[in-house]
């Protein structure tokens, strides 16, 4: 039986690693790093540069495993529900394949374990399920405002983080002026009127690739979407945030 940590490792960055998620990753008997497919090749390879910084005197063992293709034909839920059963198997698969067996294993998770990652519900499906460790990391929210030198939220006022999708399919939620939007790979800001909301759009956070928009979506809007797609092409894959605010003569 082995031991797992989940170790947030921040945007991309190295310098966004904690001691604590540092300590972590060196007392690892067996580190797991994902495969995306060649086009995503700078993830893993940014998760090896972060080991290495870490562990530059004792190298870890490092064990790899391809992410499957997730399929939502029987709709979106039941798709992620069956890619996370098969993201635990491969889990499963590679550290049984290990010899010697690991007492402790760890993943380093892009940006924080408890924020729209689903690390946590796959190891649940584990059997039998490890005593599991999380090492918080630095969110892609904090990095967003730090980069644009913004609170996220006005005085004694909510927000709300949400995902491209729900902003896609839902509309503007009810209670809020401000809203964090992840996962949105379709740019779902496009729905709304640009005249209405200032934006602020970060990708590569923290990193040497960073780039940043702000402004009036309606003007911000269409330079984000040239900007993004510029980037995307360059790099084979993009992670990106965005903060949205009514404009005070909306509210």
Same mark, same amino acid.
């Given at each position: 039986?082995? /031991?797992?940590?989940?170790?947030?490792?921040?945007?991309?960055?190295?310098?966004?690693?904690?001691?604590?998620?540092?300590?972590?990753?060196?007392?690892?008997?067996?580190?797991?790093?994902? *495969?995306?497919?060649?086009?995503? #090749?700078?993830?893993?390879?940014?998760?090896?540069?972060?080991?290495? *910084?870490?562990?530059?005197? &004792?190298?870890?063992?490092?064990? !790899?495993? /391809? +992410?499957?293709?997730?399929?939502?034909?029987?709709? !979106?839920?039941?798709?992620?529900?069956?890619?996370? /059963?098969?993201?635990?198997?491969?889990?499963?698969? &590679? +550290?049984?394949?290990?010899?010697?067996?690991? *007492?402790?294993?760890?993943?380093?998770?892009?940006?924080?374990?408890?924020?729209?990652?689903?690390?946590?519900?796959?190891?649940?499906?584990?059997?039998?399920?490890?005593?599991?460790?999380?090492?918080?990391?630095?969110?892609?929210?904090?990095?967003?405002? #730090?980069?644009?030198?913004?609170?996220?939220?006005?005085?004694?006022?909510?927000?709300?983080?949400?995902?491209?999708?729900?902003?896609?399919?839902?509309?503007?939620?009810?209670?809020?002026?401000?809203?964090?939007?992840?996962?949105?790979?379709?740019?779902?800001?496009?729905?709304?009127?640009?005249?209405?909301?200032?934006?602020?759009?970060?990708?590569?956070?923290?990193?040497?690739?960073?780039?940043?928009?702000?402004?009036?979506?309606?003007?911000?809007?269409?330079?984000?979407?040239?900007?993004?797609? *510029?980037?995307?092409?360059?790099?084979?894959? +993009?992670?990106?945030?965005?903060?949205?605010?009514?404009?005070?003569?909306?509210?």
């Amino acid at each position: 039986m082995f /031991d797992l940590s989940l170790i947030g490792i921040g945007t991309g960055n190295p310098d966004h690693i904690t001691g604590q998620g540092a300590r972590a990753i060196s007392d690892a008997d067996l580190i797991l790093i994902p *495969r995306k497919g060649a086009d995503k #090749a700078d993830l893993a390879e940014l998760r090896e540069k972060i080991i290495a *910084r870490v562990c530059a005197e &004792t190298p870890p063992r490092i064990a !790899y495993f /391809d +992410i499957p293709r997730r399929r939502d034909q029987n709709g !979106y839920l039941k798709g992620v529900d069956d890619w996370h /059963d098969a993201i635990a198997q491969r889990w499963q698969a &590679t +550290i049984a394949a290990a010899d010697p067996a690991p *007492r402790t294993v760890a993943l380093l998770i892009w940006g924080d374990p408890s924020l729209y990652d689903s690390s946590l519900r796959i190891m649940a499906r584990l059997s039998p399920r490890p005593a599991v460790r999380v090492i918080p990391g630095i969110t892609a929210l904090q990095a967003l405002t #730090a980069a644009h030198a913004i609170p996220i939220n006005e005085i004694g006022a909510p927000f709300t983080v949400t995902t491209g999708r729900r902003l896609r399919e839902q509309g503007w939620p009810d209670g809020t002026d401000t809203l964090a939007v992840m996962l949105d790979g379709d740019c779902a800001f496009q729905g709304l009127n640009g005249v209405d909301f200032d934006i602020w759009w970060g990708a590569y956070l923290g990193m040497a690739e960073e780039c940043l928009v702000s402004g009036p979506l309606d003007k911000a809007g269409p330079d984000i979407l040239a900007t993004r797609a *510029r980037a995307r092409a360059r790099h084979g894959w +993009i992670m990106d945030v965005y903060l949205l605010k009514k404009r005070p003569e909306t509210i």
